[in-house]
Structure formats: structure tokens, C-alpha cells
């Protein structure tokens, strides 16, 4: 590029400010509605709607305007008589939410069905209605951002109400668009409710729509939500924080100073670029605070440097120059160019000291990706649009292939196949939202999966073959990615290699790594009580509650059960049961041996009522038997068939060894060589160069766990094997 297209900030300045500055959606205040004489100049606002409209969509045309013009007739003359807490016209309302989003770029399907999103709710006006003028499409938005009755869900109505928004936004995102501007709105008049009715608002702000916001990417509606939100919950942090701003501001800016060094060596290098500063809001200078340990911030930290190209080669130029021209802050730099995140977001983060020694964070990017940053899905436009150009890593405009609902961050999912407006963490919540028995297992399921704001990816492998990538949140574990590759099929996990290397299920997934998961052919697997305490994900969580409580004889030992116990009868056909290894003395109980302690022939064993009327066998030095006798428990007299039958007898070893290459390999061969069969492996990390397998065993007979146990030790490297006791099941 030649120095005459370099950056001149003389030149064109006032417009470059213009084009740089954070989107202000407070701009689009009460006097941009009303006017400066009140309720009289509320139909002058729809005019300055399509004004903004037409700014961000020159090529609307007039059957467009006429669109917007017939919907705000509608609106006004249904909503007419009709004001809010504040005394204002009810139709100031849609009118704000509407104007929110068309200053971040929105197209006239979503303005139109914003400008009637109350009608259905709080109007005469129906559906049907609403379809017959203006089409399915904004019926189906409409519709979408329409609360349940109160009268009908009752305390459920506000969980219910969401997972209806989730699941429309999961066809059409604009659903969940239009409702985080309408939160914007409805929040900042928040003032004329009662406190405690704010407080509650703004704490389910703060927990699902803050967290929706940033999800979509629109980070101009997050950032102002997150400062109301700060305001309401934590006044006196938030006035502290307004404080420090504005005594900043009255100083002299230092960024100023090195936005002036930015753009002189820019200038020189001849890249054409646009630099700005962009001040911070409440609740990023509360962070950064928070961040320093409380300790004073300095002039450069109540804002970042802004840096707009035109390509992505452009962004690593300016990369280049500024790390070669100033002492840049290594630790700073994260490149969300070649990797996105998963929100849309891309942009070069660096940090850099001028020659005085002030440190400035930049942000370099393209027009389109700060276009996209600072309004997210809202502006991909429609997304049932056959083709639309959207970002991409190579900076490139892609164009989208048609909608499919493949985009749901399962193995083989790829880069190209991704629809923008469906990502990967929406198709998950759509996924296990159908599986939450109740309003309330949905609602804290929904904050809990929320929270997650953070993506990795995992190669899911069969055999030596990679078989595709599997999006999970951050944090999630073995037993996570089993629900997410295999639904409810997941309870048949057994065993993960993470690496190539095997791994408890519990075993937390970083990004990249490599997993294979170990499946059990048969269906005597599922998953234990202990399994909750390593899922993450509400999908997991929620199918491992079910099979427990559909599975009580095989869930635990610590529930007891009121009802008399009742022998099962088998259906009609049916081959009948095997015999119970163990005998209770309680006429017509069922009997089975409790997997904690997985009791084997002669151990001595007491036996619980457990739900259902089964009756569980437990080693008499089984933990679970002190804390149920202590918990008033009353032990039932069980005893051990006399006529053992052959096989049938499971149990769980412990060995600890020195670690070494092949004791896996070794362990294995000799349990095999005794005629014993694996049923699940563990192998916890080493510490300390020593390291501890689990094995749950199948044995032939019971008195091959002896022989079993005295072969084990003879492994090389092996100096202790013991029979499985929840005392010592974790490591130290």
C-alpha cells in the first residue's frame, strides 16, 4: 500500500470518529421518541426509525417502509390507551425495542415483528391476525417472544416462557434478538418498580440474558445490560466505579498520546487503518479493578485502543508494526482471527508500552468484524436466507449453505457446515431442554449450562481413526462427551483413552485432545451415583437422574423404601430370573450384592432395604453399612447360597504400583491368564511415579478372587492389591 492511502487523521477525522465510536443505544432515548413536547410527537419516531433503517439498509426499498409503516399503525391503535408504570405511552415501548435494533443493523423482518412484539400479549390482536397482514414468518416471531400466562403455568410460567423463546430461537435466532433488546429496554425504566421486583429482574438478567447476549455476540446490548444490571445488584460498587470514570475523564487522556504514536507509524509503514479509543464501561473497569487486586488504575486502563482494516492481512500488518515500533506485552496477545471464538467474535488482542512506559491493550480487526463483534447474529441478517455472507476465518466473505440441523456440535461436524445462527452450544441446550422432567430442572439446568461461556473441541477417535470433532463446554469430562456422542446410549460408557492413553471417566477434556470412549456391548452397564459428581452438562446430568431413578435396585444403598417389598413377576415367555447369590430373611425380597463393596463368597455381609424392596448385600466392613446402621437403618440377616452356582460374581480390585511402561499391558495378560473377565478399567494419574488401577472384574467362581488377587502381585512393579472400599477409592 503506498503512504498517499496511509492513514490520515487530519483528514476525514470527524468522520472516522464516527465511524469508530461504540454504538451508543441510549442515543435512542425518551426525547428521540417523544420529542421535546411529549406524547404528541410519538408518531414523528416512526419516521426516525426508518431514517435509521434506511442508514443501515440502503437498499431497503419502499415496499419495506411500507411494511414497518403498516406494522406501527397496528401497533399504536392496538396498544392506544394503554401507558407504562412510567405514565408514558404504552407505544414508546416497541418503538425503543425497535429502534435498538435497527441501530445494530437489523433487517425489516425482525424492526416489523419487533414494532408488534406486545401486540398478541397485551392487545386484542391475535395471531392469526398477525399472520394474515404480515406473513408467517413474522407470526412465527412474534409468537416466539410472546410470554406464557401466568393464569396457566402459574410459578412455571417464567422457565416455561424461556424454553419456548429457546426453542423458537433454535429455528429463527431473531426470536432471542428482539428479546434481549426488549430486556435492554424494559431495564433501563426499570426505576419506577419496587426494589425487590428489580432486584429479581435483574438477577435473571444477569443469569440467562447476559450470558444469551454473549453467546449471539451482541456485545453492545451485553455491555449496557451488564452496567444496569451492576447498578441495581451492587449500587455501591457501581457508584465507586462511576466515580473513578469521571474523574478520569476530566483529566488528560494518555491514550490519546499513543493513538497519535499508532497512527504516525501506520502511517509510515503505508497501512491504510482507522485507530480509535474506546472507553470501557462500569462493569469492565469493576474487572479490571478486581483483576489489580483493588490497586489504582492508570489513565490507560479506563480504555483500549481500536484498530479498523479492511482485511485480515491487514489486521497482521498492523500486528507487525506495532510489536516492532513499540515493546509489545507478549502475555497480552490472543489471536481470535485463525480462531474464532464461538460467539462470531474475531479480533487481534495485544498489548503495548510507548517510550514513557504507558501500557495501552489494542484491538486490531477488519470493519466487518467489528460490525459483527459489536452486533453479533443481528448482523448476519436472515438466516433462513438461501445464501448470505458471513465471517470467516480466512477473512474471506463465505457464503452460508442452506439451514440444516447439522450445525449441533456432534462428531463430524465441519468448519464449512456450520450455520452462524444455529452454533453448536444452542443445538445442545435444544437437545437436553426436551429430556428436563419440570419447569425447575429446566430453570437451574438453563443457569448452570449458561455459565459455561467458554468452548473447547475434542477428536473423537475409533480405534486408531479420528472420526470427527465434538464441541463441548469448557471444563466437560469423559463422561460428558459419552452423552454428547451417544445420547442416552452413554450409560453404556465403561472405560475413555484421552490421548491414547486410558483415563477415569472423570478425566476433565482440555481443547485438541484426542478421545476414544470405551463402550460395553452388553446392557448390564450404567452409570453410578458417582457419576453426577463428574458431569458438567445438563444433557449428562439429566440422563443420569433418570436411569437412577428408573434403575432404583442399582442407584445406591443409602435410600430407604416404605413399601413392603415385592418379588418381581416375570412376563409371560419370559426366561425366568437368575438365582440371587445370597438369601435374605424377608419372605419375597428380591436380593443383590451392593456395587460400592461388591461383596464375593465367604465375606461376611448384612444386608438394607433399599427402594423398590430390594434388598442390598454389603461386606459387613463396607462404609455404607456404618452410615446406614448410624443413620437408624435396620440391617436385614442375609447369608450366602450354600449351592453357589458358577460365574456371576463381580468385584472390584485396587492395584498400586510403581509406574512403569507396560503395567497396564502386564496386569491385563494376567488377569486374562486366570480366566477372569474385565468388565471396567481406571487408571488414575501418577503421583510420584507411583500409580493406582481400578478393575471391575467378572469372576469365574468365587473363590478365584484369591488366586486373582495373589497373581496380581506378582507383577513386577506392584506392591499392593486390595479389594475395593469407598474409604480409599480416591486418592490422597
Known sequence: MSAHNAVDAERTAEDRRRSLRRIDLRR?????????????????????????????????????????????????SSHRGQTRKSGEPYITHPLAVTLILAELGAETTTLTASLLHDTVEDTEVTLDQVEREFGAEICYLVDGVTKLEKVDYGAAAEPETFRKMLVATGNDVRVMSIKLADRLHNMRTLGVMRPDKQARIAKVTRDVLIPLAERLGVQALKSELEDLVFAILHPEEHARTRVMIEENAGGADPLAGIADQVRGVLREAGVTAEVAIRPRHAVSVHRLLLKRGGKQLSGCDYGRLLVLVGENADCYAVLGELHTCFVPVIAEFKDFIAGPKFNLYQSLHTAIADRDGRIAEVLVRTRRMHRVAEAGVIALGDPHAATDAVPSADGERTERAERSDSGNGSTGESAAGVDPTRPGWLARLLDWQRAAPDADTFWTALRDDLAQDREITVVAAQGEEAAGTLRLPAGATCVDAAYAMHGEAGHACVGARVNGRLAPLGTALRDGDTLQLLMDDGDTSGPGRDWLEHATTPAARIAITRW????????????????PPVRPVPAAGAAPAADPLALADLPGATVRLARCCTPVPPDRVTGFVIRGGTVAVHRAECP??????????????????????????????????????????????????????????????????????????????AGALSALMRAMRAVPGVYDVYRARLAVTARD
Request: net charge negative; hydrophobic share 40%.
Open 28 to 76: 435512542l432515548s425518551r426525547v428521540a421518541l417523544l420529542g421535546a413536547g411529549g406524547g404528541s410527537r410519538v408518531p414523528d419516531a416512526i419516521e426516525h426509525l426508518i431514517k435509521v433503517h434506511r442508514g443501515r439498509h440502503p437498499e431497503a426499498g419502499a415496499s419495506a417502509i411500507e411494511q414497518l409503516r403498516k406494522a406501527y399503525v397496528l401497533a399504536e
Open 548 to 563: 437412577l431413578t428408573q434403575h432404583p435396585a442399582v442407584e445406591g444403598d443409602d435410600q430407604p423404601d416404605q413399601a
Open 624 to 701: 455404607s453399612t456404618s452410615r446406614m446402621t448410624a443413620a437408624g437403618r435396620a440391617p436385614v440377616p442375609v447369608r450366602w447360597r450354600e449351592d453357589q452356582p458358577a460365574g456371576g460374581y463381580r468385584a472390584t480390585v485396587l492395584a498400586e504400583a510403581l509406574s512403569r511402561p507396560r503395567l497396564l499391558a502386564d496386569l491385563t495378560e494376567v488377569i486374562a491368564g486366570q480366566g477372569v473377565g474385565i468388565v471396567s478399567a481406571a487408571v488414575e494419574p501418577p503421583q510420584e511415579h507411583r500409580v493406582r488401577h481400578t478393575y471391575t472384574v467378572e469372576l469365574p467362581d
